[in-house]
């Protein structure tokens, strides 16, 4: 019930769509008797939201407290007994139409599997990844790279596929039940930086204890707080999902996935 209940709710309050829906909402009430004055503030409000959203450095202020929360992977010479790499970005349909993996902007997780498969010969690697989507026998994101392994520069008979998860939870409890780690062990759970906090959180709560390896940053750094976006569509996209992790991180908290509400190192 949570899967497809979240997926209907992000798409309502996902910002871009809440903020055309929102001034379509006003343009509609302006050919009404009673409702043009909300109308118009509504039109208004939707279309200013737009254009600060998309052209305003909001999504930079958004996504760096999420991005900073966990620093960048530093190999200090431990052993590295596993690696996990979170789905989210590969195009399952488009990779089977096309007969080539292909990647969304989130891409940065697949160059890090076959990074790390090199830098780590001896480190099992798991890719955690279901569909995203609420189709039956749906493709999964870890069957596509288990095709495409040669591509990715990944030995095929050293992926182990998780391919039934469908969120960051489920992520977390089925990789936990496949791998049995030791708690003496280091894993390396890869994902975006953006995502990092809440994937630590459900893996922790899922008793994994995992060492972050964060990717696909959207912000360079403090000097994004003021920069202004060069096409609106980058930053309403990037607002949307600062705004969605967000929102998923008071999720899972409400919900008992994760103890912190903003999980730390």
């Keep these: 019930m949570f899967f497809p209940l979240s997926k209907l709710i992000f798409f309502v ?12 909402f006003g343009c509609l009430l302006l050919f009404t008797e009673f409702g043009r004055n909300i109308g118009r503030v509504l039109a208004i409000t939707g279309f200013l939201g737009l254009l600060v959203a998309g052209l305003g450095p909001l999504s930079a202020w958004v996504l760096m407290p999420l991005e900073n929360r966990f620093p960048a992977f530093v190999d200090d010479g431990q052993p590295v007994a596993g690696i996990i790499v979170l789905g989210g970005a590969v195009e399952a349909d488009t990779s ?7 990647v969304n902007d989130a891409g ?3 160059i890090a599997l076959g990074d790390l498969a090199r830098r780590y010969p001896q480190a099992r690697l798991v890719f955690s990844g279901g569909s995203g989507t609420m189709r039956e026998h749906a493709i999964s994101e870890a069957e596509i790279v288990s095709r ?3 591509t990715l520069g990944v030995p095929r008979n050293r992926l182990i596929l998780e391919q039934q998860s469908r969120n960051t939870r489920e992520n977390a409890v089925f990789s936990s039940r496949m791998t049995q780690p030791k708690p003496e062990e280091r894993w390396l759970l890869v994902t975006s930086a953006w995502h990092m906090p809440r994937a630590m959180g459900c893996f922790r709560e899922a008793g994994f204890s995992v060492t972050a390896y964060p990717v696909d940053y959207r912000t360079s ?20 999902i600062g705004v969605k992790e967000w929102i998923g991180l008071i999720a899972y908290k409400l919900a008992g996935y994760t103890k912190a509400w903003m999980p730390a190192p």
Aim: hydrophobic share 40%.
């Design 148 to 150: 495409f392994a040669d």
């Design 221 to 240: 750094g403090p000097r994004d707080a003021y920069r202004l976006a060069t096409f609106a569509s980058d930053g309403l996209s990037e607002f949307d």
């Design 96 to 102: 089977i139409g096309r007969d080539q993996i292909t």
């Design 108 to 110: 940065e997780r697949e």
């Design 13 to 24: 309050i996902t910002p871009s769509n809440f903020l055309i829906l929102l001034g379509l």
